[in-house]
């Protein structure tokens, strides 16, 4: 490993004893070895600690100390990482083998792009896997996206560090949606994308923290979002708002919400000619989904009728 590595792979761990194998498994054994991996013990009280000693390979870089959260933990080990572009990993989770070298070759590919990341499939707690995500890819849709809803696998994103130094890491004051503000964030400043294929496998855990506070990470979720869409308003100009690349028709579906959530974000907000300008473009889209023309009359005709349900991507 050369002096500075390349990447830093940053994974918080806090109680994991029971995948925390996989996960360190998973990066160790990447095809790309340029890395540090940086695991910050956050006070576990079962035999996370011991798991992670267990390990000889001298590119484990060991911070433990007492709990202080994801957050935190995260903004430390970004303090301290040496490499040049930082992966996340989560605890539970797992990297398939050729993710870091993939990751790399496209920011160094890439000098415009501050972050990559990756459709990601979803298993049960045994590893079957369950559904495999289908997220906007190009930089232009993803940018736009982010207005709207999050398009980012936390575990699966590499970002460049000098992007994250430049908008300033995690903020703890969002709750459980600090990677969705991050993005939307390194989104203003550098290009984001992501991988087609899926290069991460992510657990689904009924007793996670995000399942059990659902409710709570949907308002916050919406607190990012519409601040985003501030932004969005503000700066027009710096977004590809009528953007098109090609996909097939789950693409144009796909287009279709995310123009149709942008109306709504604009008809919550009073701006009634802008709503139905993008409902105009979801019809582009999907000229057959009647719901559009539905929601175009509505917004017309009915302008101080109770709003439509935002949809999710």
Excluded at 56 to 62: E, H, M, S, V, W
Aim: hydrophobic fraction near 35%.
């Amino acid at each position: 490993m050369s002096k500075r590595p390349k990447v830093t792979v940053l994974m918080s761990v806090y109680n994991s004893e029971e995948y925390l194998h996989e996960a360190i498994d998973s990066i160790l054994n990447q095809t790309f070895k340029d890395f540090e991996f940086l695991i910050i013990n956050d006070g576990s009280t079962d035999k996370s600690l011991k798991i992670i000693k267990s390990y000889k390979d001298t590119r484990i870089r060991l911070i433990d100390r007492e709990n202080w959260g994801l957050t935190r933990s995260l903004n430390q080990g970004l303090e301290i990482a040496k490499g040049e572009y930082i992966a996340r990993q989560d605890s539970d989770d797992a990297s398939v083998p050729e993710r870091l070298e993939k990751e790399v070759a496209y920011l160094d590919a890439h000098p415009q792009a501050g972050m990559v990341g990756s459709n990601y499939t979803i298993t049960d707690l045994k590893g079957k896997p369950k559904v495999t995500t289908n997220v906007f890819t190009h930089p232009a849709d993803l940018k736009l996206c982010q207005v709207t809803c999050n398009q980012f696998g936390h575990g699966s994103v590499m970002m460049r560090k000098s992007v994250i130094d430049k908008v300033g890491g995690y903020d703890a004051t969002v709750g459980y949606v600090e990677d969705y503000d991050l993005w939307t964030r390194i989104s203003r400043v550098a290009d984001i994308a992501n991988f087609e294929e899926p290069l991460y496998l992510y657990k689904s855990n009924d007793k996670g923290v995000s399942l059990q506070n659902q409710e709570l990470q949907i308002k916050q979720t919406f607190a990012v979002r519409d601040k985003a869409f501030k932004h969005f308003r503000s700066h027009r100009r710096q977004y590809r708002i009528y953007s098109y690349h090609p996909s097939g028709q789950d693409y144009r579906r796909r287009k279709s919400t995310l123009y149709r959530n942008l109306a709504y974000l604009y008809r919550e907000d009073g701006s009634i000619i802008r709503a139905a300008q993008m409902l105009l473009v979801a019809i582009l889209f999907t000229p057959k989904n009647k719901r559009n023309y539905r929601l175009l009359a509505k917004t017309l005709l009915k302008p101080r009728a109770p709003s439509w349900e935002f949809e999710f991507l």
